[in-house]
Each structure stands twice: as structure tokens, then as C-alpha cells.
């Protein structure tokens, strides 16, 4: 993959967590952090660009936004943001993104060996692995740092940050599972996607 399209690849993918965070949320709990689809888009962005590549993207996303362009969820912008309660879930979403990036190619790296020798395609529990890569992002980053986030911003204790928290675990196993589904539909249209070096 040569440089410009690495570049445009991680722009378009910046831009499409912007939207995703744009669209109106859900508020819950009541403690200031609703309901998104930022996270389907974060965790895509792994999928399908790999770890090196879609840090990039996410990182560029929350860059932008900490300048001051609103593409946080509500159109929030600046380094305010860093004092609010989504804070911590900001700052963990290109680590996020990269580790189910890495994990998922050496799934997706290995299925397509497997598919090389013969194998076929990838069938459904190599994606359901790809799934897993998506939630290991999700419980080794996106939430213990949202938890922390929540605990330093709002002086919660852990106990009531982890209640806060749990309210969004279902919705983010709906949302990898369709990460995962349309970064199957992309990896398929382009398998080469599959064949980068994390």
C-alpha cells in the first residue's frame, strides 16, 4: 500500500468516526456519557486497517477534535473535553483501535494462508476471532480508561463507575459484531487488506 493511500485511508476513516460520533446519541446513566456509535467506527478502523494504521486514523480523529474541530459526540471540541467525563474514553480509542488491529491481522493473516493452501475461504469462526480481537480492544482499553476517566472527573468511587460503565457493554458487543461484519464485507471486496503488516 503506498503512502498517499495509507494517508487517504486514514483520513476517510477519521472522518467516518466523526460522523458516527455526530449522529445523535443515547444519553444514560446520567453521568454526562451517552450512547454512540464512535466505537463501532473506532473499532472498524482496527479491523480494517491493521494496528499501525488505524492508531493513525483514530489518533487523527481525537487530535482533530482536542484543536478544536467539533467531531466529539454533542459537537464537543477542545482540550476541555479532557476535564469531562468521556475523557477517559477519548483517550483509549487509539489504543483500542490498534490492538484489535494487531490482533486481527494475525487472524485475518493466518485465514488467508489457510485459504492459499487451499483451505478456502475464511469461514465463520475465523470472523467470530476477528469479533474476539474487537471485544479485547474494548475490555483491555475503551473501558477501564472510561472508568478511570469517569472516577477522576466526577469523584466516583469504582464501584459506581463500573455501574456506570456496564450500562454500555451490551450495546458494544452489538456494535463489534457489526464492525465486524462490515470490516468481513470490506476484507472480502479487498483481501489484500488482510496481507498488511499490522
Do not use: E
Not at 473499532?43 to 487530535?63: D, E, H, I, Q
Not at 482540550?79 to 475523557?87: I, K, N
Not at 463500573?162 to 456494535?175: E, H, R, T, Y
Amino acid at each position: 500500500m503506498t503512502v498517499p493511500t495509507q494517508v487517504a485511508l486514514a483520513g476517510v476513516f477519521a472522518a467516518l468516526i466523526a460522523v458516527c460520533a455526530m449522529l445523535p446519541p443515547i444519553p444514560v446513566g446520567g453521568f454526562g456519557v451517552p450512547i454512540t456509535l464512535q466505537t463501532f467506527a473506532v473499532m472498524l478502523t482496527g479491523l480494517v486497517l491493521g494496528a499501525r494504521l488505524g492508531f493513525l486514523s483514530v489518533l487523527l480523529y481525537v487530535v482533530v477534535g482536542l484543536a478544536g474541530l467539533p467531531v466529539f459526540s454533542g459537537f464537543n471540541a477542545g482540550l476541555g473535553v479532557l476535564a469531562g467525563p468521556s475523557a477517559g474514553y477519548l483517550l483509549a480509542f487509539p489504543l483500542a483501535a490498534g490492538l484489535a488491529g494487531a490482533l486481527s491481522t494475525l487472524v485475518l493473516r493466518r485465514g488467508q494462508a489457510a485459504a492459499a493452501r487451499g483451505a478456502g475461504r475464511m469461514g465463520a469462526g475465523r470472523w467470530v476471532l476477528v469479533w474476539l480481537c474487537a471485544m479485547a480492544g474494548s475490555f483491555v482499553f475503551v473501558h477501564p480508561m472510561g472508568i478511570a476517566g469517569m472516577m477522576l472527573s466526577l469523584d466516583l468511587d469504582l464501584g459506581t463507575a463500573l455501574g456506570a460503565d456496564i450500562v454500555f457493554w451490551p450495546g458494544d458487543v452489538i456494535k463489534n459484531v457489526l464492525a465486524t461484519a462490515v470490516a468481513a464485507t470490506v476484507i472480502r471486496a479487498f483481501p489484500a487488506l488482510a496481507l498488511r503488516r499490522f
